[in-house]
């Protein structure tokens, strides 16, 4: 046996580990967390929401106009971190989350009205644009969402899609499927605004508008 020794080690020496298998520290999150602090203080988040915010109006009024008559035109919303902001939550939690606390707040129904947004949802509705707004947030958060929503100047809509608890598939195939619905009810969605490449991807809108969300991905 002790002459195998040596022949044991060498052949457990030359096992190459996958360059994958190495762990290979990531960057700090601390930095990345005074970045974002400094990107909203600096008033450069807020100017890219109104920037946004403005193609977007702008692109619904003259779309407004052309619409063919009888044609009936809706415009998307997602809502949050698009009509309305989490900010103190989410600065609360170190941009993390916490799923009591992020339950608690929209119970207590404290989130405000994005500014340039709004303006988008007014200018649709002074143009007899259909308001629909989809949303990743639970049926059983409707009631507390909506009540939010209006407090803060959201008053009317068509229609608003909560997820259902037990609903499993990506947010993507989510909420193309309920503009899919939108579309079956007989409307044309000429423009569909979220801060999420998942709010957007999917088609069945005429035009997507992304706004700026440094803080988290919804898959």
Not at 62 to 71: E, F, N, S, V, W
Not at 169 to 184: D, F, H, L, V
């Amino acid at each position: 046996m002790l002459k195998r020794l040596p022949a044991l080690l060498l052949t457990a020496l030359l096992v190459v580990v996958p360059a994958r298998m190495v762990a290979v520290e990531p960057a700090n999150l601390e930095p990345h967390k005074r970045e974002i602090t400094r990107y909203i203080e600096s008033g450069e988040y807020r100017a890219k929401v109104a920037e946004v915010a403005l193609k977007a109006t702008n692109y619904v009024a003259k779309r407004a106009t052309k619409a063919i008559p009888g044609q009936k035109l809706a415009i998307v919303f997602d809502i949050d971190e698009t009509t309305l902001s989490n900010m103190p939550i989410m600065q609360a939690n170190g941009f993390g989350y916490n799923p009591k606390m992020w339950s608690d707040w929209i119970a207590e129904r404290k989130a405000t009205s994005i500014v340039p947004v709004q303006a988008v949802y007014e200018n649709a509705r002074r143009h007899e644009v259909a308001v629909c707004f989809v949303t990743s947030r639970l049926e059983s958060q409707r009631a507390a969402t909506e009540k939010n929503l209006r407090t803060v100047g959201y008053e009317v809509w068509t229609r608003a899609f909560f997820r259902a608890e037990t609903d499993q598939q990506p947010t993507r195939q989510y909420k193309s499927g309920a503009r899919r619905e939108i579309e079956a009810a007989g409307y044309t969605i000429i423009a569909n605004i979220g801060d999420q490449q998942s709010d957007l991807d999917g088609g069945h809108a005429e035009k997507t508008f992304k706004l700026p969300n440094p803080f988290y991905t919804v898959y």
